[in-house]
């Protein structure tokens, strides 16, 4: 029985309405926000990636000879299966092929879309916390809290705009707990496919996907052991479930058609140490690189403490006591429940890829980011903390509405925090950091903030005796200034000009960079503006003095 009473508050009584309200209004913040996000350093490459897919299927289809192929070849692109990327699955991205045209005739049309694009599947993911909280009969407000916490995450939200591969795969991880949630509760044909579908969408774009749908089938298969449920429509179920997902992985991987074996081998490989990623990180003031000294192992759990608002994790620790509490109570009698199993596969979901990774620190430890995907089973966690508190409160009226009020200003400050620092999210630092961000933590990975300084500058107070030229003086800062200029509207590009010249009339430096490359304010010029993200210093622009 669904906890209908819980949290009954007046704006709920037309819930199905104001649910979708609710998602309207999701949806539409993200998307009218989205044009203000900057460029991704290796957004173009993704681009490529995709390409490079497109031009697998060309081949395999209809030939090297095609206009398809052809057309790629002039590019200068190659096959996946041929290229050292081929690790980075682009299955998500399929359906945006069509808008890499717009690369050399509009890019700056190019770069909105794309954001956009990549917003549909971040919105994907919200929706998916909200149906899984409601398959484990949650209420809607519940259900809607839990959203939130995805959504009003201020790093999850600026990335859930540009980045297509750890933000896509936490929503493909989403979708697949849905559905297999969704599979569990009733087998079905159409259920397994679906499941399925997700599972493989999620292992194409990063081979740990596969471990979603894999320790959700585990359950949904110990769950009808435990209550003797198996018959021949079951095995049949089981067995269409299965093949699909193969079925589907192989044909949303071009890169495995040529040589299966060397390509899992390759994906697997990289899985853990990435081997076209030198590792150097700023964490703690300290700079690391893997090989010389590797991270200490507190580092990931540190991140996730200090990148997340504070009442995040608190909520994931009391729904992840609730699920231990439970199903050490049922025993036995846990296996028959698909509630407690799919608890025991969130569990496992965050936990066996957190232990590994701190024990054995392998080089792709060296991102947070590249653990995003284990913000799904905590996110849900984290609902079930948030259900374990309203029941708690359901017959107390007064504690209820003082803990309904008080997520809501939580909620509310972190909101208003995130419209305050809009764009830079994404530099966003917990009060629990110690010391200054800017010089002890990493900020703008990306150097996303370079194209909003362009912009900045262009429109800036300024010496007008000086030549609207922009330069760097190291190596990122200078990569960021010249994609971005690329990306600028043309009215833009043709006011602002960039160079490789160290002395230009204006200097763009990332904070985070500078402090990685140990490159110094420079000489001969002083600080035209900063921009900055909940009071760290992304970036600073320098004009050349008099």
């Known amino acids: 029985m669904r906890m209908t009473q819980a949290l009954r508050l007046p704006l709920f009584r037309h819930s199905r309405l104001l649910v979708a309200l609710f998602f309207i209004t999701l949806f539409f913040t993200g998307l009218l926000t989205g044009v203000d996000y900057g460029l991704a350093c290796d957004e173009p490459w993704e681009q490529d990636i995709l390409r490079e897919n497109m031009k697998e299927y060309a081949i395999r289809l209809w030939g090297s000879d095609s206009e398809a192929a052809l057309y790629y070849d002039g590019l200068g692109i190659q096959r996946i299966s041929q290229s050292a990327e081929r690790d980075h699955g682009q299955c998500a991205y399929y359906l945006a092929a069509p808008l890499l045209v717009l690369q050399h005739s509009s890019p700056h049309l190019l770069l909105i879309l794309w954001h956009a694009y990549t917003w549909l599947w971040f919105m994907a993911g919200c929706w998916a916390v909200y149906a899984f909280c409601r398959e484990m009969g949650f209420a809607r407000p519940v259900s809607c809290f839990s959203t939130l916490l995805l959504f009003l995450s201020p790093r999850f939200f600026a990335e859930g705009h540009y980045n297509n591969k750890d933000m896509v795969l936490l929503s493909l991880v989403l979708l697949t707990l849905w559905l297999g949630l969704r599979l569990m509760k009733q087998p079905g044909l159409l259920r397994g496919l679906l499941f399925s579908f997700a599972g493989a969408m999620a ?39 299965l093949l699909s997902f193969l079925a589907f992985y192989g044909l949303l991987t071009p890169a495995l058609w040529q040589n299966p074996g060397e390509y899992l081998s390759y994906v697997l490989l990289n899985a853990s140490g990435f081997s076209r990623w030198p590792g150097v990180v700023l964490f703690k003031g300290a700079i690391y690189q893997h090989r010389k000294n590797p991270l200490p192992r507190s580092y990931l759990p540190t991140m996730i403490l200090l ?44 936990l066996l890829p957190l232990g590994y990774a701190m024990l054995a620190r392998p080089l792709v430890y060296n991102g947070w980011r590249h653990f995003y995907f284990i913000y799904a089973p905590l996110v849900l966690l984290a609902g079930l903390g948030l259900d374990t508190l309203a029941k708690l409160t359901l017959h107390r ?32 630092y917990n009060i629990l950091t110690p010391g200054d961000a800017s010089t002890q933590m990493e900020l703008d990975y990306w150097v996303v903030s370079t194209v909003n300084a362009m912009k900045q500058l262009a429109a800036a107070p300024r010496d007008d005796r000086l030549a609207l030229v922009l330069g760097a003086r190291e190596p990122m800062s200078l990569f960021g200034i010249e994609h971005g200029h690329r990306v600028l509207s043309p009215a833009l590009q043709a006011t602002l000009s960039v160079t490789q010249d160290e002395n230009a009339p204006y200097l763009f430096s990332n904070t985070t960079y500078a402090r990685i490359y140990g490159t110094p304010a420079p000489d001969g010029y002083h600080v035209l503006f900063t921009l900055r993200a909940y009071g760290n210093i992304l970036a600073t622009i320098y004009e050349k003095d008099p």
């Open 203 to 241: 292992a194409n774009t990063k081979i740990a996907g596969a471990a979603a749908w894999g320790l959700v089938s585990l359950a949904i298969l110990v769950s009808l052991t435990a209550r003797r449920a198996w018959s021949l429509k079951m095995v049949c179920t089981a067995s269409s479930t």
């Open 307 to 350: 990148t997340l608002p504070l009442y995040t994790m608190p909520l994931a620790a009391a729904g992840q006591i609730k699920a231990l509490l439970s199903f050490v109570k049922g025993k036995t009698a846990s296996l028959k429940q698909g509630s407690a199993l799919m608890q025991a596969v969130l569990t496992l979901l965050w």
């Open 397 to 428: 009226t007064w504690l209820k509405r003082a803990a309904c009020l008080l997520l809501c200003l939580c909620f509310t400050i972190t909101a208003l925090g995130m419209a305050l620092n809009h764009p830079y999210q994404y530099g966003y």
